[in-house]
């Protein structure tokens, strides 16, 4: 298969694993992203074309971390120079870094030691919609009900029933 079709392929199908530079470079010659990525539960980064849902990359399964991936060249190799844990379909916690961490490291890629965007997903006590905190400003954007400033972290984030939420991305997307 050449690198058109591993991405065509992965739209529709799981993403695909990426454990080495070499792994990357069929994806390379789509561009340096952003992609859609998982850290799937045995800890290794899976990427897919952005246009995919990040359940499918994971194949419906629960992941350690889930957002969009940017990498850019870095001597011979590749470095991710820009992540994220924007995923509507699993709204990961940020405390997720530390995975993502560890599965760009051991496939050897470089990266900026954090989140290049962060996101605070909370589900409303009130109207049980999932809701981006911005700003600090932890209030229901649909029905103005407290939502909850702390929340148990988790080791793995489980797929929302449902999938993505066209409402919550207009919200991620709205300045
Ligand atoms: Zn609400």
């Known amino acids: 298969m050449g690198p058109a079709d591993v991405a065509a392929?992965?739209?529709?199908?799981?993403?695909?694993?990426v454990r080495s530079a070499a792994d990357f470079t069929s994806w390379a010659s789509a561009g340096p992203g952003p992609f859609t990525y998982v850290v799937d539960l045995s800890g290794v980064l899976r990427l897919a074309p952005r246009e995919s849902e990040h359940v499918?990359?994971?194949?419906g399964g629960e992941v350690l971390a889930a957002g969009e991936v940017s990498f850019t060249?870095?001597?011979?190799?590749?470095?991710?120079?820009?992540?994220s844990n924007q995923s509507t379909g699993y709204c990961?916690?940020?405390?997720?870094?530390?995975?993502?961490?560890a599965a760009a490291e051991r496939a050897g890629f470089g990266h900026p030691g954090g989140f290049t965007a962060e996101f605070v997903f909370r589900r409303c006590p009130g109207c049980g919609q999932i809701c981006v905190v911005k700003e600090g400003d932890f209030t229901c954007a649909v029905c103005g009900s407290p939502l909850p400033?702390?929340?148990?972290?988790?080791?793995?984030?489980k797929p929302r029933l449902g999938?993505?939420?066209?409402a919550l991305n207009e919200a991620l997307h709205r300045e």
Do not use: H, Y
Request: aromatic share 8%.
């Open 92 to 101: 990961p916690d940020p405390s997720c870094w530390p995975a993502v961490a």
């Open 9 to 17: 392929a992965a739209t529709t199908g799981p993403g695909r694993a």
């Open 149 to 157: 400033v702390w929340v148990k972290p988790r080791l793995w984030v």
């Open 56 to 59: 499918a990359c994971a194949e």
């Open 163 to 166: 999938g993505e939420s066209s």
């Open 73 to 83: 060249r870095d001597g011979g190799g590749w470095r991710i120079s820009e992540v």
